[in-house]
C-alpha cells in the first residue's frame, strides 16, 4: 500500500512540474532568438498572447526583465525592474539634482521603438512620489502620495 501511495505521490508531482514549466505555443524562432540573447537564463516565464509573447525572469537577485516579441521574433519592447543603484548614473544624478534628499526606492524602464523611459518611485519620510523620465534626464513629477 506505501508503495503504490509513494508510486502515485511521484506521478502527481511529475505531472505538476512539468505543468508548471511548460512553456506555452512560443514559436521556435522566438525560442531561439530569446536564447542566443539571454543563454545564461534558466528559468524563463512565457505566456502567449493572440499576437504577441511574454517573457519574465530574474537577472539578478534585484532586478528583473520582462520582454514581447512578435511571432517572427522581433523585440517589441522591454521592461526592466530594478533598485535605484542600477539606474543610469546620469539619470541618477539629474534625480537627485532635481528631487533632494529624496531615495529612489525602485525603477521601472520601458523601452520600445519610439523611447525609452524611466518610471521611477521616490520616497523621504513622509511622501512617494513617482517620476518619469526620458534617456536625457529630463523628468516630471506624476504624483505624490502621503504615507500611512
Excluded at 534617456?135 to 513629477?141: C, I, Q, W
Amino acid at each position: 500500500m506505501k508503495k503504490i501511495l509513494f508510486a502515485s505521490m511521484v506521478i502527481l508531482f511529475s505531472a505538476t512540474s512539468a505543468f508548471a514549466n511548460r512553456i506555452p505555443d512560443v514559436t521556435e524562432k522566438v525560442l531561439k532568438v530569446f536564447h542566443e540573447a539571454f543563454p545564461e537564463v534558466k528559468q524563463p516565464i512565457w505566456y502567449s498572447f493572440e499576437d504577441y509573447y511574454e517573457v519574465f525572469f530574474k537577472t539578478d537577485e534585484n532586478s528583473s526583465c520582462r520582454i514581447d516579441y512578435s511571432p517572427d521574433g522581433t523585440v517589441l519592447s522591454t521592461t526592466r525592474y530594478y533598485t535605484g543603484e542600477n539606474l543610469s548614473p546620469v539619470i541618477r544624478a539629474k534625480i537627485n539634482e532635481k528631487y533632494p534628499g529624496k531615495n529612489i526606492f525602485g525603477v521601472t524602464e520601458v523601452s520600445n521603438n519610439d523611447k525609452l523611459t524611466y518610471h521611477i518611485v521616490l520616497e523621504d519620510s513622509k511622501y512617494w512620489y513617482n517620476v518619469e523620465a526620458d534617456a536625457t534626464g529630463s523628468s516630471r513629477l506624476e504624483k505624490k502620495l502621503t504615507k500611512s
